[in-house]
RNA sequence: GCUGGCGUAGCUCAGUCGGCAGAGCGCGGGAUUUGUAAUCCCGUGGGCGCGGGUUCAAGUCCCGCCGCCAGCUCCA
């Protein structure tokens, strides 16, 4: 045997020298590694029958290692297409793809001459039972194209086909055989069906061949597993929460917010207690955003299409804005964005660097055709405020602007209750617009700023618009999710469109660094947000109603009023219920509108000018005079508690 | 927009094979005057999403539209 057919392996800083082509398995075996599962040779995960070609490092795999998910995951893809082949015909059943996804994995398959709905579920589940107790080994084999098509040809799998088609001719076409069911799969499986671990089908829908739009629509069947039942039922617990916390469900119970369809869909109906917490929300960003020289600015909803045309919207956007208006001969445009009329004041006078940065901001209410079926809650709507603003500054003041904005961006989060953050750093994209220096100075910005704050950060190279780089901030809520919602984005493109300049100390025109921003993202958004990261139960300064006073009796009426009136003053967001229940009735209402406070006043209050508090969140507190109550929960709001 | 599922009272939901539209909560009235999550009684409430069709008869079957939900795709 020629040496040259020999690979060197690295496995946990041991080395073996193995004949190329030796299966993974046996490679373990001669380093003396048990139980693995698979392996790691550089990003790509290998199971044990994969041939070793190269030579390298190679990072066993096992059970307690994320990627042996992967691995399992992989095969119960594959034992649930041999379940729907013995159920519904080995040549009936059209596979498309079937791979892994975050937490389990899914199969895209067309059914002839059956519609698989969610009742097929728990018989398709009880088949896959059945296949992992039989334990087939699962085998991988090689073959060659010719081979390969004319094996699904007669399979009938003609996605199949279409797929191997297109596999490059320096790949390996591998398939893989449990039983009598073989399946195009560039692996990695498990040694054989019985070592899958705990799953469950959960869902079904829709989905193109090759996720395109002019393709048939296979069936998706989704499954999640883990290898455990614990860790099932413990991620089947987690959709529970995050249902409990829907914030449609909570947004109508709590009177939020209202999605009529006589007025539209993705169109938001503000009801009185979403609107004051939204005001209370406002005022906050209104104030911060004045302490940081913000200029507020109001701008009309619509305006005409030249200046849609100028901005580039018409040409780019178009698809995600609402139809024309026509009015004297003139095409009107309902606002998608700010930024044209933000510039239109920018450009209303001629501006000297000394007053630069200039920093416009709005509460901007906008409007985006959305396809129906993104709608969701406040989550994705066709109108919506943008927490919007526009800076415009110097080359020399870029640094400064960005980490000063990113910081305004952090300190806002934390100030509604988030401590986790990942910050995203997005760079220049292959067809972009700018001279090398804008991208470099910008990019370079963004860097410090996070750099400088402390925070660590991802780069998403090459995932800027074609018109500038861009720091996004996503937030960790209390259930793990991740959402976006700061933005901090430059402008290459709409300053010469606008030719927005200003004049230099050397009495010349320049042109500006634009940076578009939005710290909340939009206001329905971030309110669907706050909703499910709280649960309902907000934060007292957030809170509509901060407290609620129930009196025993009728007699308790007047000490009640009293009581209001004194919290009122002060501005603390109070209410009584003088209604004619009983006080646990009265408790209950409160506790299900998820008020902060309840303070019951009866005849021993009433005789001692005290409270007995009540709170949400901790149980009765026992009782109080009204100014130790009050002190109490102005600290609370104050600290934004 | 596409695929699948769904649409019955303000809310949550029953309604069988096509045969007189139901419950609880809510709301209104009355009784009751209460100590930390639902007091009792009486009453009120519905072109069954909208529009067509089949039928002696449609909440139920068929077609079209609207909306919602889960995805695909896309995004604040």
Same mark, same amino acid.
């Given at each position: 045997?020629?040496?040259?057919?020999?690979?060197?392996?690295?496995?946990?800083?041991?080395?073996?020298?193995?004949?190329?082509?030796?299966?993974?398995?046996?490679?373990?075996? *001669?380093?003396?590694?048990?139980?693995? *599962?698979?392996?790691?040779?550089?990003?790509?995960?290998?199971?044990?029958?994969?041939?070793?070609?190269?030579?390298?490092?190679?990072?066993?795999?096992?059970?307690?290692?994320?990627?042996?998910?992967?691995?399992?995951?992989?095969?119960?893809?594959?034992?649930?297409?041999?379940?729907?082949?013995?159920?519904?015909?080995?040549?009936?059943?059209?596979?498309?793809?079937?791979?892994?996804?975050?937490?389990?994995?899914?199969?895209?398959?067309?059914?002839?001459?059956?519609?698989?709905?969610?009742?097929?579920?728990?018989?398709?589940?009880?088949?896959?039972?059945?296949?992992?107790?039989?334990?087939?080994?699962?085998?991988?084999?090689?073959?060659?194209?010719?081979?390969?098509?004319?094996?699904?040809?007669?399979?009938?799998?003609?996605?199949?086909?279409?797929?191997?088609?297109?596999? #490059?001719?320096?790949?390996?076409?591998?398939?893989?055989?449990?039983?009598?069911?073989?399946?195009?799969?560039?692996?990695?499986?498990?040694?054989?069906?019985?070592?899958?671990?705990?799953?469950?089908?959960?869902?079904?829908?829709?989905?193109?061949?090759?996720?395109?739009?002019?393709?048939?629509?296979?069936?998706?069947?989704?499954?999640?597993?883990?290898?455990?039942?614990?860790?099932?039922?413990?991620? *089947?617990?987690?959709?529970?929460?995050?249902?409990?916390?829907?914030?449609?469900?909570?947004?109508?119970?709590?009177?939020?917010?209202?999605?009529?369809?006589?007025?539209?869909?993705?169109?938001?109906?503000?009801?009185?207690?979403?609107?004051? !917490?939204?005001?209370?929300?406002?005022?906050?960003?209104?104030?911060?955003?004045?302490?940081?020289?913000?200029?507020?600015?109001?701008?009309?909803?619509?305006?005409? #299409?030249?200046?849609?045309?100028?901005?580039?919207?018409?040409?780019?956007?178009?698809?995600?804005?609402?139809?024309?208006?026509?009015?004297?001969?003139?095409? !009107?445009?309902?606002?998608?964005?700010?930024?044209?009329?933000?510039?239109?004041?920018?450009?209303?006078?001629?501006?000297?660097?000394?007053?630069?940065?200039?920093?416009?901001?709005?509460?901007?209410?906008?409007?985006?055709?959305?396809?129906?079926?993104?709608?969701?809650?406040?989550?994705?709507?066709?109108?919506?405020?943008?927490?919007?603003?526009?800076?415009?500054?110097?080359?020399?003041?870029?640094?400064?602007?960005?980490?000063?904005?990113?910081?305004?961006?952090?300190?806002?989060?934390?100030?509604?209750?988030?401590?986790?953050?990942?910050?995203?750093?997005?760079?220049?994209?292959?067809?972009?617009?700018?001279?090398?220096?804008?991208?470099?100075?910008?990019?370079?910005?963004?860097?410090?700023?996070?750099?400088?704050?402390?925070?660590?950060?991802?780069?998403?190279?090459?995932?800027?618009?074609?018109?500038?780089?861009?720091?996004?901030?996503?937030?960790?809520?209390?259930?793990?999710?991740?959402?976006?919602?700061?933005?901090?984005?430059?402008?290459?493109?709409?300053?010469?469109?606008?030719?927005?300049?200003?004049?230099?100390?050397?009495?010349?025109?320049?042109?500006?660094?634009?940076?578009?921003?939005?710290?909340?993202? #939009?206001?329905?958004?971030?309110?669907?947000? *706050?909703?499910?990261?709280?649960?309902?139960?907000?934060?007292?300064?957030?809170?509509?109603?901060?407290?609620?006073?129930?009196?025993?009796?009728?007699?308790?009426?007047?000490?009640?009023?009293?009581?209001?009136?004194?919290?009122?003053?002060?501005?603390?967001?109070?209410?009584?219920?003088?209604?004619?229940?009983?006080?646990?009735?009265?408790?209950?209402?409160?506790?299900?509108?998820?008020?902060?406070?309840?303070?019951?006043?009866?005849?021993?209050?009433?005789?001692?000018?005290?409270?007995?508090?009540?709170?949400?969140?901790?149980?009765?507190?026992?009782?109080?005079?009204?100014?130790?109550?009050?002190?109490?929960?102005?600290?609370?709001?104050?600290?934004?508690?």
């Amino acid at each position: 045997m020629k040496v040259k057919d020999k690979v060197k392996i690295t496995i946990d800083g041991k080395e073996v020298e193995v004949e190329k082509g030796t299966p993974l398995g046996k490679v373990f075996e *001669l380093a003396g590694i048990k139980d693995a *599962l698979g392996g790691k040779l550089g990003d790509r995960i290998i199971d044990l029958q994969t041939p070793i070609r190269e030579g390298g490092q190679i990072k066993p795999i096992y059970r307690n290692d994320p990627e042996s998910l992967e691995i399992m995951r992989h095969s119960l893809a594959h034992i649930m297409a041999q379940a729907l082949k013995e159920l519904y015909g080995t040549t009936k059943v059209h596979l498309g793809v079937g791979p892994t996804t975050e937490e389990g994995f899914y199969y895209d398959v067309e059914v002839e001459g059956h519609r698989i709905t969610e009742e097929d579920l728990p018989k398709i589940e009880e088949k896959m039972r059945e296949i992992i107790k039989r334990d087939y080994p699962i085998l991988r084999k090689e073959l060659e194209r010719e081979e390969a098509i004319k094996l699904f040809e007669e399979l009938k799998e003609k996605y199949k086909v279409e797929i191997i088609k297109d596999i #490059s001719p320096d790949d390996v076409i591998s398939v893989y055989q449990q039983g009598d069911f073989i399946d195009l799969c560039r692996g990695p499986h498990l040694p054989s069906t019985g070592k899958a671990g705990a799953f469950k089908l959960t869902s079904i829908s829709g989905a193109y061949w090759r996720g395109k739009a002019d393709q048939p629509q296979l069936t998706r069947i989704y499954g999640m597993a883990f290898w455990t039942d614990k860790e099932l039922r413990q991620r *089947l617990r987690f959709y529970e929460e995050a249902k409990k916390r829907d914030h449609r469900k909570l947004g109508r119970e709590l009177e939020f917010f209202l999605i009529d369809e006589n007025v539209g869909a993705g169109l938001v109906l503000w009801l009185p207690r979403g609107s004051i !917490y939204r005001k209370v929300l406002e005022d906050y960003w209104k104030e911060e955003h004045l302490k940081r020289g913000y200029q507020f600015v109001y701008t009309p909803h619509v305006g005409k #299409s030249k200046l849609w045309e100028i901005s580039g919207h018409l040409e780019c956007y178009r698809p995600n804005m609402f139809p024309p208006m026509e009015m004297e001969g003139e095409e !009107y445009y309902v606002k998608p964005m700010n930024c044209p009329f933000h510039i239109a004041i920018y450009k209303s006078k001629v501006r000297s660097y000394k007053e630069l940065p200039i920093k416009l901001a709005e509460l901007g209410t906008v409007y985006r055709y959305e396809m129906s079926g993104v709608l969701h809650g406040l989550m994705r709507v066709r109108g919506f405020t943008q927490d919007d603003a526009h800076i415009i500054c110097t080359p020399e003041q870029v640094n400064d602007v960005i980490r000063e904005t990113l910081d305004l961006a952090l300190t806002v989060l934390k100030d509604f209750g988030f401590e986790d953050f990942k910050i995203y750093i997005s760079t220049r994209p292959e067809d972009a617009i700018g001279s090398d220096e804008q991208w470099e100075v910008s990019e370079q910005a963004l860097r410090k700023a996070v750099e400088d704050l402390g925070y660590s950060y991802e780069i998403d190279e090459g995932g800027g618009a074609f018109y500038g780089p861009k720091i996004d901030v996503k937030i960790k809520d209390a259930i793990g999710r991740l959402w976006q919602c700061s933005t901090i984005q430059f402008d290459f493109n709409l300053p010469e469109r606008f030719d927005m300049t200003y004049v230099g100390p050397d009495n010349q025109k320049h042109r500006p660094y634009m940076i578009h921003r939005a710290l909340l993202g #939009s206001i329905e958004r971030f309110t669907g947000i *706050l909703l499910e990261h709280y649960a309902g139960l907000l934060p007292v300064w957030l809170s509509p109603t901060q407290v609620r006073i129930v009196p025993i009796a009728d007699r308790h009426v007047e000490y009640g009023r009293k009581v209001l009136k004194a919290l009122e003053e002060l501005g603390i967001r109070a209410d009584i219920d003088e209604r004619d229940e009983r006080m646990n009735a009265k408790i209950r209402e409160a506790e299900l509108m998820k008020i902060p406070f309840v303070l019951v006043v009866g005849d021993r209050e009433a005789e001692g000018g005290t409270v007995a508090v009540r709170s949400k969140k901790e149980g009765n507190l026992g009782t109080m005079s009204v100014e130790e109550f009050i002190s109490f929960i102005k600290e609370k709001i104050e600290r934004k508690e």
